[in-house]
């Protein structure tokens, strides 16, 4: 059972939203250059319908490495000390607890290469961790991509005329930033049909969204 809680380091998420730039019509799978609201809305909200599930994080398995002692994710960098010969795996601040004598037989993992003949034993899980990260992310942009194009025609208009740079100005003085928007709750109120016009569409539409051959025997 994955236990990963995706909420942690919420704040920081928001931020890396921030100061990665994105295209929200292609992150969202939705033509430029619609001028009818309404329309937008539609299209953005089938597409979302489509994109979300895709992303969802439940898709993809995966279990982080974690400290042996703390259970803090590790990650390639400084935080990450691996004792040579063992699966064994200490945070930075674990490892300062190490007698000094025992330090000497750890190592610093920077890279996957880092763990030498015990890499095939993490190699797999890393790989789909990566996969999972990539996932929560996208998860994420999804979100905001239909806070903007969907739901609020101002910020959309903001968007298209002045770009990022104009979304991140526009942001500042928001009562609320669009970047803190909950991703998991977007996908729970919408699949509960808390809007009425998203309820409206699931009723339509179903819970699953169409295939890619579905949409082409439907364009077709």
Not at 44 to 49: C, D, E, I, K
Not at 100 to 127: P, R, S
Request: aromatic share 12%; with cysteine; net charge negative.
């Amino acid at each position: 059972e994955d236990s990963t809680n995706w909420d942690e380091g919420e704040e920081d998420a928001q931020e890396d939203l921030k100061a990665e730039e994105f295209d929200l019509y292609s992150v969202l799978k939705v033509a430029r250059g619609e001028s009818d609201d309404s329309k937008m809305e539609a299209q953005s909200r089938a597409s979302y319908h489509k994109q979300s599930t895709r992303w969802h994080p439940s898709n993809f398995k995966g279990r982080p490495v974690v400290c042996d002692e703390c259970s803090v994710r590790l990650r390639f960098g400084n935080e990450w000390f691996h004792f040579v010969g063992d699966v064994y795996d200490v945070c930075k601040e674990c490892f300062e607890c190490v007698a000094a004598d025992e330090k000497k037989k750890y190592v610093n993992i920077l890279t996957i290469g880092d763990l030498g003949e015990e890499k095939d034993k993490y190699e797999a899980e890393i790989l789909k961790m990566e996969k999972k990260d990539h996932a929560v992310s996208m998860f994420r942009k999804v979100a905001v991509a239909y806070k903007v194009l969907g739901k609020d025609p101002e910020l959309r208009q903001i968007y298209d005329n002045l770009g990022w740079q104009g979304l991140l100005k526009a942001d500042v003085y928001a009562e609320e930033s669009v970047f803190a928007v909950d991703a998991f709750k977007m996908y729970d109120d919408f699949f509960a049909g808390v809007d009425e016009e998203d309820r409206q569409y699931l009723l339509l539409n179903g819970p699953q969204p169409p295939s890619d051959s579905e949409d082409s025997d439907r364009e077709g």
